[in-house]
């Protein structure tokens, strides 16, 4: 259910995001979702290079994940930055393309520098004609930070990759609960054979890598934006030094590095005293 939501919401507010989660380009009405693909590298958005080496889809399985609709439009990387999306309704539209808007977000800096130097000259006119131009191009303010329509599109490999690593490993770990809980109930006892033991240990690191694979996804996917449409991230660079970066990331992995190296040494004792069988 959760999953479902977060679909539909990225749909909506992140769009391209969306599409390089699925390598996308080009969207269609009934769009098929990406079971196991490998990507073009030379892939290049609105070059007309196919985007796969090789893929196995699922028909109409994005359009349901997006729009709850087989037969609905998902657009692409290509048809974004050419200026067609949806609505939050579900409805395809034609809307600026990313050059245009990239455009009027400068146009929007000039706008706020003009206010500036008006402001500072006590030009109250002048002021008022610049913030009246800034608020009619402040909807892509953040594009005018870009110098590019292609810069606004993320790693598209990464997030594809990524991505469906999640998806594979939450697959399985889903697999393991239900025959874990379904064995249980039925009193089989699997607990005990040796085989479903290393298969419960091997799953351990599965749990990290469908965490890890999900913050990549969100974090590289959401690029170049800190903040969507307003800030990229070339835009919120800090004043913070590099030795204090350095430094807190250093303490933050020595701490950790101790904690790791405590719940292992408790893991292995408990392991060596073994468990007593008769509980069961």
Not at 42 to 51: L, M, R
Not at 75 to 91: A, K, M, Q, V
Request: hydrophobic fraction near 45%; charged fraction near 20%; charge should be negative.
């Amino acid at each position: 259910w959760t999953g479902d939501g977060s679909a539909v919401q990225v749909a909506r507010v992140q769009p391209m995001k969306l599409a390089a989660m699925e390598g996308l380009y080009k969207g269609k009405p009934g769009q098929e979702i990406v079971g196991v693909g490998i990507l073009n590298p030379s892939k290049k958005p609105n070059d007309g290079q196919d985007p796969f080496l090789f893929e196995i889809s699922i028909p109409y399985g994005l359009s349901i994940l997006a729009n709850h609709d087989p037969h609905s439009f998902v657009p692409g990387i290509d048809d974004l930055l050419n200026g067609i999306e949806l609505t939050p309704e579900g409805d395809t539209i034609r809307t600026d393309s990313y050059a245009e808007r990239i455009a009027i977000g400068k146009r929007a800096h000039e706008s706020l520098r003009a206010f500036d130097t008006a402001m500072a000259k006590g030009d109250h006119a002048a002021m008022e004609e610049a913030r009246a131009k800034l608020k009619e191009d402040y909807r892509y303010f953040g594009y005018g930070y870009l110098d590019s329509p292609e810069e606004a599109v993320p790693p598209v490999a990464m997030t594809f990759y990524s991505f469906h690593i999640m998806v594979m490993a939450g697959g399985y770990l889903l697999l393991f609960f239900i025959i874990a809980v379904f064995s249980s109930l039925k009193g089989s006892r699997l607990w005990e054979k040796r085989w479903w033991q290393w298969v419960a240990i091997l799953t351990i690191p599965v749990v990290w890598i469908c965490s890890e694979a999900g913050w990549v996804t969100a974090e590289v996917g959401r690029q170049p934006w800190i903040i969507e449409g307003l800030m990229p991230d070339k835009a919120a660079i800090s004043a913070i030094s590099a030795s204090t970066v350095q430094l807190t990331f250093w303490m933050f992995a020595a701490v950790f590095t101790a904690l790791l190296i405590a719940e292992i040494t408790i893991m292995v004792n408990q392991i060596r005293n073994g468990s007593d069988r008769n509980e069961y």
